[in-house]
Every structure is written in C-alpha cells, then in structure tokens.
C-alpha cells in the first residue's frame, strides 16, 4: 500500500488545480499562499536577497516536508517511487536547477537545512550554485545523469520534469518523462502540443517519427 503524503502546490489555473486534485486524490493537498509564505521568509532573510522566492519555498518544505508544486505540471506517470527518497529536485534546463518540484520525505529534512543556511549567507545568485555548494560539485555543466548525493538524495535531469525544454535542444522526449511543465511565459507550438498529445496517450516512444 502506497503511504498518503502531503501535496503543497501553488497555481492559479483552475486547469491544473483539478488535474492535481485528481492525481493526487488519495494524497493529503493543500493550496498555499506563495505571497504569504515570501513575507514570512523577509522576517528572516533580507527582502534583497536574490533567493527570497526560493528560501520561501525551501523554508515551508523545511517545516512540513512533502511534495512542492509551483506552477502547472501535468504528470502522466506514477512517481510513487520518488517518495522513497529523502529528497529530490529536478533540472529546469541544461543549466539551471528549479524550485517548481521539490520532495521532503520528512520535515526538517538536512539537505534543506544546508540550503537555508547557504541562502542566509548571500553569496550564491541562483538555485543551481547553492546546490552546488551542498553537493560539492559544479552543477553548472548539467550531463544529464541522476545525481545522487547524501546517500538517498536525488538531483534528476530535466527530461523527468521539463521535456518540453529538453525537446528544445533536439532530444526527443525520453522515456524517463514523469510530468510535464507548462511555463505560463512561454507557448507551446502546434508540432509540439502534437507531440505532447501523443505522449500522455501512448507514451514518449510514440513520438519518434512525430
């Protein structure tokens, strides 16, 4: 029996809120205040740190664990096994690490923990460098290779979460595709919403000769 975990999501698409209420029906779900929770975080950090959205973000996770979703993901596969880990994050791109999906397995969880205390030192200018400091490694030049770190800890490539990004660079979706991201700031071509069709019905193998 999979355990019901707690799903914190941030959307204002009406969309997208009944596709995670569905998703996740058996789950614990909550809608938060992204707003509230950035103003919560300036009565620690100061409101010109250039981590503030993500120290918002990492500092709800850190008091409640669980699943974090901010913006419009669309999953069409299970990511029950996920849940095993004590953490994971996801690339956005080829360079950039991203906020949109975090998991917890527990509050107070450690990876965080460094995460906070490295965005409280005001020397790092986006997520990925931060990351890069608790892992020990550069994770500007993403390979696009699972990272694990921390014994059970996970750093995944943006073909899990962002395939329609990782199209972009001429790769064809990949089986390993989880959810897809819809950025709000971005469209999505005709040739490309085809393509997205044809993996949520039969799969990212379908789409080879798309």
Known sequence: MVKKIKVSYNCSSKKFEEKYKAFFEEDEIVKVDLDEMISKAKKEISENNPLLREYAIFKYLYDNGGLFLDGNFEFIKSINSFYE??????????????????????????????????????????????????????????YNYVLKFDTNSFIYPYDYFYPIDYEKIGKDFSSNVKAIYYDNKKSVPARKRTKLGITKKYGPTACEYV
């Open 85 to 142: 880990h004590d953490f994971f994050i996801g690339f956005a791109d080829d360079k950039y690490l991203a906020t949109n999906i975090i998991w917890a397995s527990v509050p107070k969880n450690a990876t965080i923990e460094k995460v906070l205390d490295i965005i409280r030192q005001e020397k790092c200018d986006n997520i990925t460098d931060v990351f890069s400091q608790v892992v020990g490694t550069d994770l500007n030049n993403n």
